[in-house]
C-alpha cells in the first residue's frame, strides 16, 4: 500500500483511470491493513489457546496478496486446455484518433474486436 499512497495521486492525473482500476487499487492499498475489519485465530490446543487478531483481506482478483494462488490455478487450468498445436500471438495497436473512445468503453470494444476475429 506505500507504492499506491506515494504514487495514486500522480498515476490518477495523469492516466484517470476507469472506476474499477480505482477500485482494484483502493482495495488492494486497504488489504489487510490494521483498520481492515479482523478476525480472531485462535490455536486449538486446549494448553495453548493463543489468539491473535487477524485482519481481513480485500479479496480482489488482482491483489497479490489474496488472489495470487487462485490466480495461478487458473494459469494451470488453461494451460491444461490448450490443444495440441502451435498457437500464435497476433498484437494490432488501435489508431491514434480511436484510442480514447475504446479506453472509454472497453467493453464495448473488446466484445466488437473478438466479434470481429472469431
Known sequence: SSVIDKFA???FAKYNP???HRHALYAMKECRQHHSPY???????DQCRHSTYVPHSCGHRNCPHCQNHESQRWI??????????QYYLLTFTLPQQL?????????????I???VIS
Open 18 to 20: 476507469l472506476p474499477s
Open 39 to 45: 478476525m480472531i485465530a485462535q490455536c486449538t490446543n
Open 76 to 85: 494451470e487450468t488453461q494451460l491444461n486446455k490448450q490443444l495440441p498445436a
Open 113 to 115: 474486436l473478438f466479434a
Open 9 to 11: 495521486d500522480k498515476f
Open 99 to 111: 484510442r480514447e473512445l475504446a479506453w472509454q468503453n472497453q467493453r464495448q470494444i473488446f466484445t
